[in-house]
């Protein structure tokens, strides 16, 4: 489709209804978490759907509707050379866009809450996998078998310990729910506690960041669920990782950032901690060799805490609503920087020929 040099310097009413008339373009921004294009594209079957490399993305955007990031960083520069009216986030994260950026550009960007759909609840049980994996020794069952033993190794019970979980927000509550009901003390950090919300929660305390030492001292598991856009980034360090218990286990189903990455692994080796669960990383995808994954006292998983078919089912339908209201210019939903578009003047570049 060509575009007149008018049309081009900013976003009317008639170019809008121009690009109704054809299938819209919607980019995933990367080759990560493959089944999110799969269920997309079954619910969105007349749209132009694609997965694009990150790589490839700056020449890729330009003629874009919307981008659906899938790891891959939406900044400034990618959203001067967009199109795009929408950059529509899988899930709630949205640490890797510059929401400034697209507010100024006068791009809408929105996410899918975790309590809106299964991913919450998905990644609570996440959580609750790996605290029971490295609790009972699963790394180590295979080289069991190997050397023809049994009845070994021997494990520790969740029942009776206590946990701690960093980031009280949708996924932290829906782990304490189960970790209440197997019977643990559940203590939570969160940066603004409510008022009467550890009573409601039947937390034992939940304290701020100030208190996180205190707290993880006291911990059989500190669980992460924060990320860091929320104040968490390089929360667990060094200092909090020596205050704990040497038979404790960190888990992190939050953001890889959240932990200080090099003091987790001296603590692993050097046996400050007795493990950790992790399923987010600084660096993703993580490198085979990478160290956290030759440990026997790791268990690591690929980023798929929320990757399950309820979860897709859930973020696909809100999703593909929004696309479907950006077309007929509807209300979107769960935009966090609600605002029209009209009078955004765009650069001559950001619209350009299929």
């Given at each position: 489709m060509n575009y007149s040099e008018a049309d081009r310097n900013k976003s009317t009413p008639a170019v809008r209804q121009s690009r109704t008339l054809r299938a819209m373009r919607i980019i995933l921004c990367g080759r990560t978490f493959p089944a999110a294009r799969e269920a997309l594209a079954s619910l969105l079957p007349d749209e132009d759907t694609r997965t694009v490399d990150t790589t490839e993305l700056p020449g890729a955007v330009g003629t874009a509707d919307v981008l659906i990031p899938l790891m891959a960083r939406i900044d400034a520069t990618l959203i001067a050379a967009t199109s795009a009216r929408l950059i529509q986030q899988w899930g709630a994260g949205l640490d890797g866009v510059d929401i400034a950026a697209a507010t100024a550009r006068g791009v809408r960007v929105c996410n899918v809450p975790s309590d809106a759909t299964?991913?919450?609840d998905s990644t609570a049980e996440h959580a609750l996998l790996l605290m029971l994996g490295v609790a009972r020794r699963l790394r180590s069952c295979a080289r069991t078998f190997r050397e023809g033993a049994w009845g070994v190794p021997r494990g520790e019970a969740l029942a009776g310990g206590g946990a701690l979980i960093v980031g009280f927000g949708r996924v932290g509550k829906a782990l304490?729910?189960?970790?209440?009901?197997?019977?643990?003390?559940?203590?939570a950090i969160r940066r603004v506690p409510e008022p009467g919300e550890a009573e409601r929660h039947g937390l034992g305390r939940l304290g701020t960041?100030?208190?996180?030492i205190r707290l993880a001292?006291?911990?059989?598991?500190?669980?992460?669920?924060?990320?860091?856009?929320?104040?968490?980034?390089?929360?667990?360090?060094?200092?909090?990782?020596?205050?704990m218990k040497p038979t404790s286990v960190v888990v992190n189903v939050g953001r890889g950032a959240v932990i200080d990455e090099a003091a987790l692994i001296s603590a692993l080796t050097d046996g400050t901690i007795a493990g950790a669960g992790l399923d987010v990383f600084q660096q993703e995808p993580l490198p085979p060799d990478h160290p956290l994954?030759?440990?026997?006292?790791?268990?690591?998983?690929?980023?798929?805490?929320?990757?399950?078919?309820?979860?897709?089912?859930?973020?696909?339908?809100?999703?593909?609503?929004?696309?479907?209201?950006?077309?007929?210019?509807?209300?979107?939903?769960?935009?966090?920087?609600?605002?029209?578009?009209?009078?955004?003047?765009?650069?001559?570049?950001s619209l350009s020929t299929p």
């Open positions: 299964a991913n919450g304490a729910r189960r970790l209440l009901a197997m019977g643990m003390r559940v203590d960041p100030n208190d996180l001292a006291a911990a059989d598991f500190l669980v992460c669920t924060a990320a860091p856009d929320s104040g968490g980034r390089g929360l667990i360090s060094a200092a909090v990782l020596h205050a994954l030759q440990m026997e006292n790791v268990l690591a998983t690929p980023h798929v805490a929320g990757v399950t078919r309820q979860s897709y089912e859930g973020i696909a339908a809100i999703v593909a609503d929004n696309v479907r209201r950006l077309g007929t210019a509807g209300e979107l939903r769960y935009c966090v920087n609600p605002g029209g578009d009209e009078g955004i003047v765009r650069a001559s570049t």
